[in-house]
């Protein structure tokens, strides 16, 4: 059996071509059902784990699927926003707490989230270097962010315009990094994290400029009537919040107004869950959404198209087999003078037979193998490549 | 008939399936440690006696005794047993296997047949061999790399490692130059005067017919 083994191996490695190609083959049929499988289980845990750490999405009417991802993922279009007044009407109920999310803006192409110190409560967030935010302007990164950026605590990171054409849009904000998160192998590694009212600063509702009421902004009035003063163009407006200007930045309008993307709520049992929805069973302006729910019915769907790729990748993986089949039947047509040859000097038909399974054994075994050493890093490494695959 | 023929043929006939092609030779015997040429016209069943004498297709009647055994009567295991042990195989093509070196090429028959066990000792008879045919220093090189004599002296080596009582040549000067077809004759007959073994060949080429000590004339068996 060696001296067949070893024959076998010497015609593979001559082939080395050919035979690397069957070895592919076989190993990418064998690999893609099991792959594909531990890929979607991984996205699936995923998916689950944080939905499930999240009960109660609020936010106005629309797509469930849309809210649940801008909200739990910082993904998918902005949803249409609610009134700041939603999140008081859930908090007067006395059946949760709340944290008020507004998910709209980036920089450098990663989410500006805006929330409030609760959040990092309830999803168990720890800061790794620095400090939560604690005033207008300060904003705190995800690990990966920081990774990504090289940003360290103290350094500061600017807005990103909605629209670079947009004129009369908000002002890009420099914020200020007051900490850096540890960690959390979630999407919170990719987000920026900042107060609600800083979300609102780049939405441009609340502002800080040059006092006008001083003698020497004169240049910047356009008209001054007893107690109201109109500023002209000129007027200088701070992007960034310092110690100095804070005092200059004010909102304008009713707070109850500014807009939310979502307010999540964590009601302590299954009773204050129930009376919450019940609330807001038959609101007109308002969706609860629960985000185990969403994303078991998104499951569903992927697992629905995930069948139909198996089914695909098993219908190659016969075509395959039946190609594999027929190079190997024509390799023993241009081979005939080689077996007559083992005959001839006494090679027996079982010995001959034998070291031409040989050959398709080592390949089909080191296939086997790949394709298990492919499974075993998929699902060591899975959960980190449906990361990679999300962050796309 | 003399006593010490290693090969005998009586009463042989043989035919190819339902073909007009039929051999037959009323008597025939080759005394052992000769050398003996079939020469004839082609066709004429020179080749197909070499196979008939190792066993590699049976007579349909008459029988052949090889190194004193009946091969016509061995069954397909037993004469495959016999070909390894007595009989060594040279042909016109070489038949090197073209993903194995000259030195896995010079032991095939102890890698393919689990009847014989490649040994030290072999391996050292494989490469004193191919040192005696001025091939030791090529041991690693594939057949491609090699001369058409280089090759022929490869496929000599093959044929009498396991040291066979007849060594069987199917032209195997067909496709060499006059330089190398010397070469590769005179490891033959160098083989055969220092081992005592049989040479059968099968040859149309004049030259080669004059050195061997008997030639036999197929015309005479040809139906």
């Known amino acids: 059996m060696k001296q067949t083994l070893y024959l076998a191996w ?17 190993t990418l049929i ?23 750490a999240t009960p109660l999405v609020f936010g106005s009417k629309g797509s469930p699927l849309e809210l649940s991802l801008n909200t739990l993922y910082f993904r998918s279009d902005f949803p249409e926003p609610m009134g700041h007044e939603e999140q008081e009407r859930i908090l007067e109920t006395g059946l949760a707490p709340v944290v008020p999310m507004y998910v709209r803006y980036h920089s450098q192409g990663h989410p500006i989230v805006g929330t409030s110190i609760e959040y990092f409560e309830h999803r168990a967030l720890a800061v790794g270097a620095g400090r ?11 690990a990966r962010v920081a990774r990504s950026l090289g940003a360290e605590v103290g350094d500061a990171i600017i807005s990103s315009p909605e629209n670079l054409f947009d004129l009369a849009g908000e002002y890009p904000l420099k914020m200020v990094i007051v900490g850096i998160l540890d ?32 003698q020497d902004a004169t240049s910047a009035v356009l008209s001054r009537e007893d107690n109201r003063i109109v500023a002209n163009a000129s007027i200088v407006q701070f992007n960034e919040i310092t110690d100095e200007n804070v005092g200059a930045f004010h ?17 302590p049992d299954q009773k204050a869950s129930a009376l919450l929805q019940g609330r807001y069973q038959s609101d007109e302006s308002i969706q609860v959404a629960r985000p185990s729910e969403v994303m078991g019915e998104l ?3 992927i697992l629905t198209i995930e069948s139909f790729i ?19 039947s024509l390799s023993l047509r241009l081979r005939r003078r080689e077996i007559e040859t083992l005959f001839k000097i006494g090679g027996s038909r079982a010995s001959v037979i034998s070291l031409m399974l040989s050959e398709m054994v080592v390949v089909l075994v080191s296939g086997v193998v790949l394709a298990g050493v492919l499974t075993v890093l998929t699902s060591q490494y899975g959960a980190v490549l449906v990361r990679a695959l999300v962050r796309m | 008939m003399t006593s010490d023929a290693v090969i005998r043929i009586r009463d042989l006939e043989f035919r190819y399936g339902e073909g007009d092609f039929r051999l037959r030779i009323p008597e025939l015997s080759i005394q052992s440690a000769s050398s003996v040429a079939f020469a004839g016209p082609s066709g004429s069943g020179k080749t197909t006696l070499l196979h008939l004498i190792a066993g590699i297709v ?22 495959r047993g016999f070909r390894i042990r007595h009989i060594g195989l040279v042909f016109q093509e070489f038949e090197l296997l073209e993903y194995l070196s000259v030195l896995d090429n010079v032991l095939l028959p102890y890698r393919i047949n689990p009847a014989l066990d490649l040994t030290q000792e072999v391996v050292e008879r494989a490469h004193a061999l191919t040192e005696q045919v001025g091939m030791v220093d090529k041991l690693r090189r594939a057949p491609r790399q090699l001369s058409q004599g280089e090759r022929q002296r490869v496929a000599v080596c093959r044929a009498v490692l396991a040291e066979p009582r007849v060594l069987m040549a199917d032209e195997p000067t067909g496709n060499l130059d006059p330089l190398n077809k010397g070469k590769v004759l005179d490891i033959l007959f160098d083989y055969q005067k220092t081992s005592g073994t049989t040479l059968l060949t099968v040859t149309h080429d004049q030259d080669v017919l004059e050195r061997f000590e008997r030639v036999v004339d197929f015309k005479e068996f040809h139906a």
């Open chain 2, 58 to 79: 049976t007579p349909i009647q008459g029988r052949i005794a090889t190194a004193g055994v009946d091969v016509s009567a061995l069954s397909d295991r037993d004469r």
């Open chain 1, 132 to 142: 939560l935010f604690a005033k207008l302007g300060e904003c705190v990164l995800g």
């Open chain 1, 310 to 328: 198996v089914a695909g990748a098993v219908l190659v993986g016969l075509a395959t087999l039946a190609s594999a089949a027929l190079v190997f």
């Open chain 1, 299 to 301: 499951l569903d769907t």
């Open chain 1, 10 to 26: 010497r015609y593979l490695a001559f082939h080395r071509v050919k035979t690397m190609i069957l070895l592919l083959s076989i």
């Open chain 1, 183 to 214: 960690h959390a192998d979630s999407p919170d590694d990719d987000a920026i994290f900042a107060d609600i009212k800083t979300t609102w600063i780049i939405e441009g509702i609340g502002h800080g400029h040059q006092d006008v009421s001083e």
């Open chain 1, 30 to 52: 064998l690999f893609l059902p099991v792959g594909l499988r531990v890929l979607v289980n991984q996205s699936s845990l995923q998916l689950t784990e944080r939905a499930e």
């Open chain 1, 251 to 267: 909102f304008h309008g009713d707070i109850s107004h500014f807009p939310l993307t979502a307010v999540i709520a964590f009601p």
